[in-house]
């Protein structure tokens, strides 16, 4: 299998919002996705990262907060299906999107993937379905981002399905074998969103990604186990479980040097590895 990682679009925010601490200056989150190219199941996405969709989903109030609070800069070019044409991929030849979990920065393209079918943790959807549209903004949720065959396309994780993970992915126990063949593994990162998927996937020269998705915004987060602001706890429905899930995956970093760490949303973490020579 092929990885390459990219983004589509950012959002800026303050610093110290993202880590505790940090400066008060705005930085950039890249609204990074990945793709996959296997020798079996063809091309896959993990997440989208944004679409024209956003301004379209929030160009009214209350929903025009969202952009107030995290303001998005997005060109036509960097549509991950116009990224996609790089590596002779038409969108209908995206057989899966795996989402890490349903804030709009990481769905907003889902409807360009025809032929994709979605796989997520069932919780990760569930809460959001019966929501009232009024409680949308609170859960950084764009309902109009789900395609109208959403459901049909649809392949949830099956949680009772689950693989008992070995040493090498401590302290994360236990995990979801995505395509059955060992190189996609899900596993849950609580706290950040519910139902929120990290995925281990491993490379066809060995070398194993882990995208911890929201988990973390910087890697610098990971290395010195620092949360973000208190202020971000009002997004979270877990704050408690965020901080444990942090925790391991400072602990998984320490350990596991090999494996390369991502966080959907690090800057730094985003051009290191766009720029890399493995990729294409
Ligand atoms: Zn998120």
Redo the contacts with the bound molecule.
């Keep these: 299998m092929k990885i390459n990682i990219l983004h589509a679009g950012y959002c800026t925010a303050p610093e110290h919002i993202a880590i505790n601490g940090g400066r008060w200056r705005a930085i950039r989150f890249p609204a990074m996705f990945a793709l996959f190219r296997h020798p079996k199941f063809g091309a896959m996405l993990f997440d989208t990262g944004y679409s024209y969709r956003f301004f379209d989903e929030t160009k009214k109030f209350p929903k025009r907060f969202y952009r107030w609070v995290t303001p998005v800069t997005f060109h036509e070019e960097d549509l991950a299906i116009n990224q996609l044409s790089a590596f002779d991929l038409r969108p209908q030849d995206i057989s899966r999107v795996f989402i ?2 349903f ?1 709009a ?2 769905i907003t393209a889902l409807p360009d993937f025809t032929a994709a079918r979605f796989v997520y943790l069932p919780h990760a959807f569930g809460h959001l379905r019966g929501l009232p549209p009024t409680e949308d903004l609170k859960h ?1 949720f764009l309902r109009g981002l789900i395609p109208s065959d959403f459901d049909s396309r649809s392949q949830e994780v099956d949680i009772n399905r689950f693989i008992l993970l070995s040493e090498e992915y401590a302290p994360f126990k236990s995990g979801y074998d995505l395509l059955g063949d060992g190189s996609i593994i899900g596993v849950e990162l609580p706290g ?2 519910y139902g ?1 998927m990290g995925l281990f996937a491993r490379d066809e020269s060995g070398q194993v990604f882990f995208f911890v ?2 988990a973390a915004w910087l890697k610098q987060s990971i290395i010195e186990n620092r949360p973000p602001h208190k202020v971000a706890n009002f997004l979270f429905p877990d704050a408690e479980a965020y901080r444990k899930t942090l925790k391991d995956l400072q602990s998984f970093y320490f350990t596991h040097p090999e494996t390369h760490v991502i966080p ?1 949303h690090c800057e730094e973490t985003i051009r290191e590895y766009e720029s890399a020579s493995y990729q294409h």
């Design positions: 890490s979990h804030h920065d990481h950084a950040h969103a929120q998705a929201d959907s």
